[in-house]
Nanobody, 111 residues
Framework: QLQASGGGLVQAGGSLRLSCAAS????????MGWYRQAPGKQRELVAS???????NYADSVKGRFTISRDNAKNTVYLQMNSLKPEDTAVYYC???????WGQGTQVTVSS
């Protein structure tokens, strides 16, 4: 089970940090990721991280977002800086190994 939190309303240029807390250890999960879905659009990958710490980002967020994982806390984070209105979406965390999704957290960026 994954519990996402940290969303909210922020002005353009602001920052938010999303957290994804797992009910079990994440250290053995090979790939975890954050996805987002804006109204009327398909869900898209934002960032992913492997158990070895390798990361992958969508071009639209490179240089602004950072994904990280804290195995001791069974948590994956998404630090979002320099937010833009087009980042507005529901953000979901995902454990690829188990095909498990978190419940989503709303991020709204005002211009």
């Amino acid at each position: 089970q994954l519990q996402a939190s940290g969303g909210g309303l922020v002005q353009a240029g602001g920052s938010l940090r999303l957290s994804c807390a797992a009910s079990r250890s994440v250290s053995g999960i090979k790939v975890m990721g954050w996805y987002r879905q804006a109204p009327g659009k398909q869900r898209e990958l934002v960032a992913s991280i492997t158990s070895g710490g390798s990361t992958n980002y969508a071009d639209s967020v490179k240089g602004r977002f950072t994904i990280s994982r804290d195995n001791a806390k069974n948590t994956v984070y998404l630090q979002m800086n320099s937010l833009k209105p087009e980042d507005t979406a529901v953000y979901y965390c995902y454990a690829q190994d188990y095909n498990v999704w978190g419940q989503g957290t709303q991020v709204t960026v005002s211009s």
